[in-house]
T-cell receptor, first 113, second 115 residues
């Protein structure tokens, strides 16, 4: 079963920052927080991941609370192409053992012009 | 790097026939691949874990005789939907464990329609 809780849908204006929350209150010490997104009728695309420190890459920023029970994905300047379903997943980091990815329901983000 | 190619992207087949879907890792070797199914407006549901050189591990409720998985090489896993029925119509997606810091990369999916 998925270990995360996300709002089913969110709207954001084009050009504004989109902040997507995720609750993972039962996260274990060795589990990372991963974010993927799925644009309609495509395979999921990796966005970012982190353990406890905040992370930033060319796509987004990830803010993880100090107790690690929740996190927020930030798309700093949302565009229409960011309209997608965003999935927050927790799993053990690395590829040892090839732990399977279990998807929750995700958040359907709609960017409005 | 770490590209997964899935083929075909779309397929329409008649009820009762079998359909094979291929998942290839193009620039890396994948000892483990995963197969997912996704119905409209729903999330991805893991069907099975495919391990090179051994039998696939199926999730509870997934019929292994209906969804045949073969992972005969380090770059190819196939999913065969046998005796397809309209209720098997779905979006099928594969994923491979890749040598990247994030570990997983996904194919672009196969839209199966059984008529």
């Amino acid at each position: 079963d998925a270990k995360t809780t996300q709002p089913p849908s969110m709207d954001c204006a084009e050009g504004r920052a989109a902040n997507l929350p995720c609750n993972h209150s039962t996260i274990s010490g060795n589990e990372y927080v991963y974010w993927y997104r799925q644009i309609h009728s495509q395979g999921p695309q990796y966005i970012i991941h982190g353990l406890k420190n905040n992370e930033t890459n060319e796509m987004a920023s990830l803010i993880i609370t100090e107790d690690r029970k929740s996190s927020t994905l930030i798309l700093p300047h949302a565009t229409l192409r960011d309209t997608a379903v965003y999935y927050c997943i927790v799993r053990v980091g690395g590829i040892q053992g090839a732990q399977k990815l279990v998807f929750g329901q995700g958040t359907r983000l709609t960017i409005n012009p | 790097g770490a590209v997964v190619s899935q083929h075909p992207s779309r397929v329409i087949c008649k009820s009762g026939t079998s359909v094979k879907i291929e998942c290839r890792s193009l620039d890396f070797q994948a000892t483990t691949m995963f197969w997912y199914r996704q119905f409209p407006k729903q999330s991805l549901m893991l069907m099975a874990t495919s391990n090179e050189g051994s039998k696939a591990t199926y999730e509870q409720g997934v019929e292994k005789d209906k969804f045949l998985i073969n992972h005969a090489s380090l770059t190819l896993s196939t999913l065969t939907v046998t005796s397809a029925h309209p209720e098997d119509s779905s979006f099928y997606i594969c994923s491979a464990v890749a040598p990247t810091n994030y570990g997983y990369t996904f194919g672009s999916g196969t839209r199966l329609t059984v008529v």
